[in-house]
């Protein structure tokens, strides 16, 4: 079997518990799923350049990251791509 | 080469550098064609930006988890299924 990519975790052999607990989304992660949603209406981004955005996270980043974080991160690296945003916008905008 | 319901098939034992749906765990594994979708743009150039042209078929193929699982414990008739595209798929005599 080749070796797999982070991402590709089925029969990914784990001794960790599964956390099955229910909670509520946070204001940041539904504007992040909403962001998604209308850059894919509008054409800008699709749903398969958000996934390999994902799946190019180094693997480290990829383990620490929560799941709309790496929305977040995929979000940024593929608009960043694109000309959409220019690289260390965001970081520059937080700074003001 | 398309395939109908009851069509036995072994997924393409081969790695692919860039954003793809077949996981690994059932590459190199043999199904039968459960139900053939439709035919969709592929992910592997939308990932990209390109329009994902030409469209590419997409079946439901069930595998039995003994297949896909080596020592795998629960009862044989057990099955796994998996949206696959044409693409990754090879005739089995």
Known sequence: ?96 | MSFRRGDRVRVADRPHDGHHRTPVYVKGKTGTIERVHAAFTNPETTAYGADGLPLERLYLVGFDQREVWDGYPGPAPDRIYVDVFEHWLEAVE
């Open chain 1, 1 to 96: 079997m080749e070796e797999r990519a982070v991402h590709d975790r089925g029969g990914w052999p784990t001794d960790a518990p599964i956390d099955r607990s229910e909670r509520e989304l946070a204001d940041w992660e539904l504007l992040t799923d909403a962001l998604v949603g209308v850059l894919g209406g509008q054409g800008v981004m699709n749903v398969d350049e958000l996934r390999r955005g994902i799946e190019s996270m180094p693997p480290g980043e990829y383990e620490r990251a929560s799941y709309y974080e790496r929305w977040l991160y995929s979000l940024e690296s593929v608009l960043t791509e694109k000309g959409v945003l220019e690289r260390g916008e965001l970081d520059r905008i937080r700074g003001e």
